[in-house]
């Protein structure tokens, strides 16, 4: 069965625009990571988030992990260009050997 | 990233044929992995392993076999190619459980 949801599947924004993609799952998890792959390329790992409640930064990345460790949410300031991609969240639940991959949000950016 | 390669990059095979998809890391990591990447499924885990001669099967396993003799090493063959296995192959690697992983730049098969 479906392990973990990720939505909006797509998503399209003018320039400027924020931009926000969830992640979320019915069991704990014990850690989630975040994936960028540009059209054409391969995943590239952006962050880990392992504590309840954290949230981490990367320039007009903002990545947050729920406080009952089940969703996670990446959201990003004033869109560019350079954010075309899909984004992935890949989740380690809890007792489990390998993570698994939600299915992306892909973002196009309009100029 | 340089550390880890796939080859070929593109392939095309018919129906039958039994079809290899080379990895390999220089950064000695222990874990690998081997992903399928469909429209509308996102990656899907085939095979991993967690050190040379260990390796356990994915999500997806049936009409693949991998070895890892090697540390380095992890390839991936479909004994007689169909062509629902039409897809981009990433390998990766991580240096251990639920670690950040390292994927190679993918490779792209057509079974015809």
């Known amino acids: 069965g479906q392990q973990v949801m990720q939505i909006p599947q797509y998503q399209h924004v003018q320039e400027g625009e924020d931009f926000t993609t969830y992640c979320n799952s019915s069991?704990?998890?014990?850690?989630i990571q975040w994936y960028k792959q540009r059209p054409g390329g391969h995943p590239v790992f952006l962050i880990q988030?392992?504590?309840?409640?954290e949230v981490k930064k990367q320039k007009r990345l903002t990545f947050q992990f729920g406080e009952a460790k089940k969703n996670s949410s990446l959201h990003i300031t004033a869109t560019q260009t350079t954010d075309v991609g899909t984004y992935f969240c890949?989740?380690?639940?809890?007792?489990?050997?390998?993570?698994?991959f939600g299915t992306g949000t892909r973002l196009t950016v309009i100029p | 990233d340089a550390g880890i390669t796939q080859s070929p990059r593109y392939k095309i095979t018919e129906t039958g044929r039994q079809v290899t998809l080379m990895c390999h890391q220089t950064?000695?990591?222990?874990?690998m992995f081997w992903y399928r990447q469909d429209l509308g499924h996102g990656l899907r885990l085939i095979y991993y392993?967690?050190?040379?001669?260990?390796?356990d099967k994915g999500e997806v396993p049936d009409g693949y076999v991998v070895s890892r003799s090697k540390t380095e090493n992890f390839p991936l063959t479909l004994e007689s190619a169909t062509r629902s296995q039409t897809s981009v192959y990433f390998c990766?690697?991580?240096?251990?459980?639920?670690?950040?992983?390292?994927f190679g730049d993918g490779t792209r098969l057509s079974i015809l």
């Open positions: 069991t704990t998890l014990s850690n």
């Open positions: 988030l392992v504590k309840s409640g």
């Open positions: 890949a989740v380690l639940r809890t007792g489990a050997n390998n993570l698994f």
């Open positions: 950064w000695s990591h222990s874990y």
């Open positions: 990766a690697s991580s240096r251990g459980q639920g670690q950040p992983q390292h």
């Open positions: 392993s967690a050190a040379a001669d260990i390796t």
